[in-house]
Each structure stands twice: as C-alpha cells, then as structure tokens.
Antibody
C-alpha cells in the first residue's frame, strides 16, 4: 500500500524557518518525481515545488523561489521542504504528493502537515 | 502561468440527480507531445485531495463510473451521473501541460 506521511508542521514566527518531511512507503521512491502542494485555510491548491527522482532537478513556484528548498534522501525514502523567511502568506496545510510518471499529474497524496506563521 | 477557471463555484445537488461542472484554461492544454494533461481531484471535508480523472477522461482505479470527464483544448467538464451523499466536497481541475501546473479555484458540491 502506498503511504505518504508528512511531519514537521508547527507554529512559527514571521521570518522564521521550518523543515517539513514526508516519509513514503509502498513504492520505489527513487523512481518518482515528488511534489509539495499547499492549501491556505479555506483556499485552493497551489503547487509549491517538485524534485526529480534522483534529486538532480528542482522547480519552484515564484512565490517561494529563493526561500524554500526541496530535497530528498532516497536511502531514507524521505522528501523534505526547507522553508526560510516565512511570512503569514505561507500559512497553509502542506501536502506531499507522488508524481504519476508520464502523465504530468500527481496520483497519491499524504494527509498534510499544518504550518502556521504568526507572532 | 495558465489560469484555470472553474464554474460554478458552488453547486447545490440533489441525491440521485446528475451534476456537471466546468473548467476553462487561459491557454490550450494540448501538449507538444499531443496529449492533454487535464486532471480532476475531489477533496472531501477534512480530507486530502484524491485524483478522480487524468488526461481529460481516464478514471483512476476505484473511482465509481458515475464520474466522467470530457473536453478538449481549453474547455473541460466533470459530470456525475447520479449524485450520492459521499460526493459532497470540493472538486478541483488541474492542468499538467504547462509548468507551473495550476489548479482551478474549486467547485463546492453540497446537497
């Protein structure tokens, strides 16, 4: 069974940093691109970042470029999102999602981890 | 970025009756490889999103056949042939043709 379990969400002050993790099981992690998608309270879905299976390629939404860094440890089956210089606009549920190879889509989602940026 | 516009934003439905929602993109979603990467996701209250449809009309495993997707170019539709209580939630379209992939703002379906 495919599982994605996020962790690391917390209450953090503006300007602070946080690292999210997503531990996966049930599939060959290194074969899949992986994504982070966020959802502000009561709002829609926004794709934040993605990373190639071997970690050699990354992409970011303009809103997080230069502040967030996506990475992965294929030996630990874990995806990360390092978030720096956080602002209130980064408050959201953060989901990791598995890429559906060849279909330009995501086919499995985690349960999400909540990040709240507030003083 | 490609803007995805869904309508209506709120869709009251009646159990057992059909329902339909629309998704329009600001650019054609036909990829240079000839495929159209348009997806539909369902998000039930308090849950993570779940993909229902990929590449316009392909249902995911386990998705009831009362859900169907159609469309081409810039205009797409998700139909529910007979609404059931478990279909309550927000439905999002997402395009995977142009980076960054973008979602519509969602259509909220309630009874």
């Amino acid at each position: 069974e495919v599982q994605l379990v996020e962790s690391g969400g917390d209450l953090v002050q503006p300007g602070g940093s946080l690292r999210l993790s997503c531990e996966v099981s049930g599939f060959t992690f290194s074969s899949h691109w992986m994504h982070w998608v966020r959802q502000a309270p009561g709002k829609g879905l926004v794709l934040v970042s993605r990373i190639k299976g071997d970690g050699s390629w990354t992409d970011y939404a303009d809103s997080v470029k230069g502040r967030f860094t996506i990475s992965r440890d294929n030996a630990k089956n874990t995806l990360y999102l390092q978030m720096n210089s956080l602002t209130a606009e980064d408050t959201a549920m953060y989901y990791c999602a598995r890429d559906h190879y060849g279909y330009n889509s995501v086919d499995c989602w985690g349960q999400g981890t909540l990040v709240t940026v507030s003083s | 970025d490609v803007v995805m516009t869904q309508s209506p934003l709120s869709l009251p439905v009646t159990l057992g009756q059909p329902a339909s929602m629309s998704c329009r993109s600001s650019q054609s979603l036909v990829h240079s490889d000839g495929n159209t990467y348009l997806n539909w996701f369902q998000q039930r209250p308090g849950q993570s999103p779940r993909r229902l449809i990929y590449k316009v009309s392909n249902r995911d495993s386990g998705v009831p056949d009362r859900f169907s997707g159609s469309g081409s170019g810039t205009d797409f539709t998700l139909k529910i042939s007979r609404v059931e209580a478990e279909d309550v939630g927000v439905y999002y379209c997402m395009q995977g043709t142009h980076w960054p992939w973008t979602f519509g703002q969602g259509t909220k379906v309630d009874i």
